[in-house]
């Protein structure tokens, strides 16, 4: 049974840091690429952040700069450290796992965790 589970959300000021953990299970985690995703309401979800199975690393611009993506192998788990949150950083963060094969993607996500950045 595949199970990604996020944890560490919360509300925080701005300015302020969090950091993110994805627990996955039930799937060879060292051969998925892991990302972050997140939704503010009424938004689309939007990529924040990705690492391949070889440790390639993206960012959405918005986020450049102040969050760091990284995973664990040994511990199943991929991590979001968010430093100088701002309120537009306000969204259901989500943990995807993706698998590209040739006969058609292996996907799985998360169930979210909730990030608020208010004073």
């Known amino acids: 049974q595949v199970q990604l589970v996020e944890s560490g959300g919360g509300l925080v000021q701005p300015g302020g840091s969090l950091r993110l953990s994805c627990a996955a299970s039930g799937f060879t985690f060292s051969r998925f690429a892991m990302s972050w995703y997140r939704q503010a309401p009424g938004q689309e979800r939007e990529l924040v952040a990705g690492?391949?199975?070889?440790?390639?690393?993206n960012y959405t611009n918005s986020v450049k700069g102040r969050f760091t993506i990284s995973r664990d192998n040994a511990k199943n788990t991929v991590y979001l450290q968010m430093n100088s949150l701002k309120p537009e950083d306000t969204a259901v963060y989500y943990c995807?796992?993706?698998?590209?094969?040739?006969?058609?993607?292996?996907?799985?996500w998360g169930q979210g965790t909730q990030v608020t950045v208010s004073s």
């Open positions: 690492i391949t199975s070889s440790n390639s690393i």
């Open positions: 995807n796992a993706l698998r590209r094969l040739h006969w058609g993607d292996e996907r799985y």
